[in-house]
């Protein structure tokens, strides 16, 4: 097997491209909404820019650090370790919006629920390279896989953050799957799974009211089915080529979230079907580059990691997007590289940098 001299350019462009195309938008979205909070259109884009710098860097320090390192109990119970004291910590801090979801430091706020995908990822990466032709045994083999990433999940819900919970476990299925799992034992799952959902969703009342409102957001359009309407008249209004950047009219303190969770819709807007799908191109080319990396890596270790970092990007990015167009009830995701929120672009920068590091070892 021959090494290859550098990374995976392609993967390494392509991601530069999503984080410059991210601050871009973060500016666009929040500049006049910074301005009426702190006199100045910068705040928001200018600590974005610093997470990413930051970002940058653990990207090119961890492309250099053999991802072989990882691949050992005593770093990875103690990352798990870390990352449930900090999900509990969450807890010791003033709620934001009726949830839990931040640490607060001076000068920022770190976001643990973030941290837990990685580490997840690499817990199963750990226990499930030698473990394929043993995916039958549910007692010694499926309960200790799954035990890691439900404890963290449920640290998550408990914020309450369902849509992160979910992508934790959406990046466990998935794993498992490429594991070689028997179906059998996620129609098994799926039910006590689907009744935990349901009840989630309809028993816990500002669930229920979003679920209503995702079903019919004109019937209380200044209320439960603000957020939906709003962000589809962002998309609607960008047309084909879109009102162009900066011109958005929706992110005029009529779109809440514009620089967060509801991006999106206002890249759709200014930049219109063009820009909404050359950005949904650039994560369809990163999970390219991402899955064949897992393809062509002849270690097992390696394999199931670029499929966990890459598998983890897709499901967020595909949770956003469909929040922002109706297709999926309204949850609290951000979009991978674009939307603000430091520890996200942080973390997602740091697990890209450990995939090209995978990525300098396949032919």
């Known amino acids: 097997m021959a090494k290859r001299v550098g ?10 491209t999503l984080v410059v195309f991210g601050l871009v938008m973060v500016f666009s979205t929040s500049a006049v909404l910074a301005k009426a909070q702190y006199g100045s259109p910068y705040p928001y884009v200018m600590k974005q820019a610093g997470f990413a710098i930051a970002g940058m860097v653990a990207l090119f320090v961890l492309m250099r650090v053999d991802y072989r390192r990882y691949n050992n109990p005593r770093f990875i119970f103690p990352c798990i370790a870390v990352t449930a004291l900090l999900l509990l910590g969450v807890f010791a801090f003033a709620s934001t919006n009726g949830a839990h979801r931040w640490i607060r430091l001076p000068g920022t706020t770190l976001q643990p629920a973030e941290l837990a995908k990685p580490v997840i990822v690499l817990f199963l990466a750990w226990f499930l390279q030698s473990r394929v032709h043993q995916m039958d045994d549910w007692k010694h083999t499926i309960l200790r896989a799954v035990g890691p990433p439900l404890v963290l999940a449920a640290l998550i ?58 079903v019919n957001p004109d019937a209380d359009p200044r209320g439960t089915g603000f957020h939906i309407l709003q962000s589809l008249i962002a998309v609607g209004t960008g047309g084909f080529h879109g ?28 930049l219109g079907i063009l820009g909404a799908v050359f950005l949904v191109g650039l994560f369809a080319f990163l999970g390219y580059r991402g899955l064949r990396t897992a393809v062509l890596s002849t270690d097992p270790f ?24 109706a297709l999926l009830p309204t949850k609290g995701i951000p979009l991978p590289f ?26």
Request: charged share 15%; net charge neutral; with cysteine.
């Open 7 to 16: 990374v995976d350019k392609w993967l390494f462009g392509t991601v530069l």
């Open 157 to 214: 819900l408990k914020e309450p953050d369902l849509g992160t919970a979910l992508v934790c476990i959406g990046v466990t299925v998935a794993m498992l799957f490429l594991a070689g799992i028997e179906l059998k034992y996620f129609a098994m799952a799926a039910v006590p799974g689907g009744f935990g959902l349901y009840w989630m969703l309809f028993h816990v009342a500002f669930r229920r009211a979003r679920m209503l409102a995702f």
């Open 243 to 270: 009102l162009g950047l900066m011109e958005g009219r929706q992110k005029l303190f009529y779109l809440p979230e514009p620089h967060t969770d509801f991006i999106y819709a206002t890249v759709a807007e200014e």
């Open 302 to 325: 390696a394999r199931f990691l670029a499929f966990g970092f890459t598998t983890a990007i897709l499901i967020q990015a595909f949770f956003n997007i469909s929040v922002v167009l």
């Open 338 to 363: 674009i939307s603000s929120g430091g520890t996200s672009v942080f973390i997602t920068l740091a697990s890209m940098g450990v995939l090209l590091n995978i990525s300098r070892e396949i032919d």
